[in-house]
């Protein structure tokens, strides 16, 4: 059965630091896809990245990178440069395609990302 | 473009009663899927939908739970009886099937508190 564990329950940084959120998942499949979501205050989860089993490139956008290494079945997520407006709850999500072509997404616990001045 | 909406965004009920959350997909998506969200038991996926028909509710708690899609632009999720651990933020998010796109985008939310 997936997994996914963010073994990190709560970060707290001052403004400014950068910080890296750990995924680490567990499936079978060789074909999935990997997404994190942010859970801001206001309680919505924003989509901010799908990644497929098949592209261990490492992505950039703006402060937030991605880095997929699947020897290690992780996909973690550095914010550079991190801002108050980062502070929400992180989401690691996992989807396999064995069981249709928009499966289930699994999602971790969660880490709860507290940025101060 | 809309993207998920849901209602109610509150609902405070007592136990015993019948509650009702609706949501509306973003238009042109053929999936749709709700969540459950609490503390203890983090987001839970309850049922999808393809094509207005369930796929997989195997996550549906018990009985008193269901779930309907009559068309391609509503889905009802019921819960009746209703009970104070029915508590929950009940997510609603819909995504589309097409070859490569498998984001699911989610609605706001319906916080469901039960007394």
Redesign the interface.
């Known amino acids: 059965a997936q997994k996914v564990t963010q073994a990190q329950t709560e970060i707290s940084v001052v403004e400014k630091e950068d910080v890296t959120l750990d995924c680490v998942y567990e499936t079978r499949d060789t074909t999935y896809y990997l997404f994190w979501y942010k859970q801001p205050p206001s309680g919505e989860l924003v989509f901010l990245i799908r990644r497929n089993s098949f592209d261990e490139q490492n992505e950039i956008s703006g402060r937030y990178s991605w880095n997929f290494q699947k020897s290690t079945s992780s996909f973690n997520f550095t914010i550079t440069a991190s801002q108050v407006v980062d502070s929400a709850v992180y989401f690691c999500a996992l989807s396999e395609t064995s069981t249709g072509t928009a499966s289930k997404l699994t999602f971790g616990t969660g880490t709860r990302l507290q940025v101060t001045l | 473009d809309a993207g998920v909406i849901q209602s109610p965004r509150h609902e405070v009920t007592e136990m015993g009663q019948e509650v009702t959350l609706r949501c509306k997909p973003i238009s042109g998506h053929d ?1 749709l ?1 709700w969540y459950r969200q609490t503390m203890m038991r ?2 839970e ?1 309850l049922i ?1 939908f ?1 094509n207005n028909v369930p ?2 509710d195997s996550g549906m708690p018990e009985d008193r739970f269901s779930a309907k899609m009559p068309n391609a632009s509503f889905s009802t999720l019921k819960i009746q009886p209703s009970e104070p651990r029915d508590s929950a ?1 009940y ?1 609603c ?1 819909s ?3 097409l070859a ?1 796109r ?8 319906t ?1 469901l508190t039960v007394t």
């Not at chain 2, 498998?102 to 939310?109: A, I, N, R």
């Open positions: 999936y899927f983090g987001l996926l999808y393809n796929i997989d933020v997510f998010a995504s589309s099937g490569v498998y984001e699911q985008y989610f609605g706001p939310g916080r």
